[in-house]
């Protein structure tokens, strides 16, 4: 049995090296090569914790397991970050566990690479404005991520907690951008070429009118039932892509114009992976506002952590 720690995990996977990873499972999904499993995602009753398990498996690689986890939203407090997740790996031919991978930060990293992915095939090729709703730990995944696929000058964020936006914009300004803090969420969004919001509302935070013309929305928050981040007309009128349909609307972003019947299943281009396939679904012209909601994929998880595994097991040969 493999067993690969936080501290691990984060010495072996960086953002960039996820993306190709992360982006061959969307496009094995497409081809029906790889599939999740239904989702169990429920209230703990203790703590105000969502607990949650997440298995799919891969043919092509081959590749099977399940993460296990959730959030804890008063862990902050307590030193301890709000999401906990473990991952553990099966071997496909035989069925038996051969790794146990921590996945705290790993979770982080695909979820920045997935939105990366979404921006790299969706957005217009000369975005250069990024806006931030939430400026807490994901935003530093997201950041790194974007700057991978696009070419960012500007980074506008908006947090309700200062101190998060504070930490945030030092490390936009590190990297050399320009860091533009908003006083409200409209002021973030409305000269955006890219948004990404990864907060855990429950309310809107964006309304549709605040969404220029050729915008690229990735909606990360929303993965469970009652999560929202985005006006439903919005949803409506933007160019919809998923990672799992039925996900989208049970869960995801997707849930609360699907519930009000603004949408339905035609309203769907496509998953991200069948764009990756063919490029021809995705954005046809500069003035579509698209959207990307990711809810998040147990097959995303099983890629990171496997490639976690593998880049140990390089690593330990090439110092024997």
Known sequence: ???????????????????????????????????????????????????????????????????????????????????????????PETGRAEAVVSANYLTGVRTGAASAIATR????????????????????????????????????????????????????????????PARDVQEAVEVADIIVTVTPSNTMLIHDGWVKPGTHINAMGADTRGKQELDPKLVARSRIYYDELQQSVEIGECQHAWAAGLIGKADFQGSLGDVINDPSRGRTDDAQVTLFDGTGVALQDLAVAKLAVQKQAADTHSTR
């Open 1 to 91: 049995m493999i067993f690969i720690s936080e501290e691990e995990a984060r010495e072996l996977v960086n953002v960039r090296d996820a993306l190709d990873a992360v982006e061959g499972c969307f496009s094995a999904m497409a081809r029906a090569n790889a599939r999740n499993f239904p989702v169990v995602r429920e209230s703990v009753g203790y703590q105000d914790a969502v607990f949650g398990v997440k298995s799919g498996v891969d043919v092509t690689v081959p590749l099977m397991g399940l993460k296990a986890g959730g959030y804890w939203p008063h862990n902050a407090a307590k030193g301890v970050t709000n999401h906990q997740s473990v991952t553990v790996l099966f071997d």
């Open 121 to 180: 095939w969706l957005s217009r090729k000369d975005s250069s404005v990024l806006a931030m709703i939430g400026a807490g730990v994901q935003a530093g995944y997201q950041l790194e991520a974007t700057l991978a696929v696009r070419d960012i000058k500007r980074v506008r964020a908006w947090d309700p907690s200062a101190a998060n936006l504070e930490r945030f914009g030092q490390r936009v300004r590190d990297l050399g951008l320009v860091f533009e």
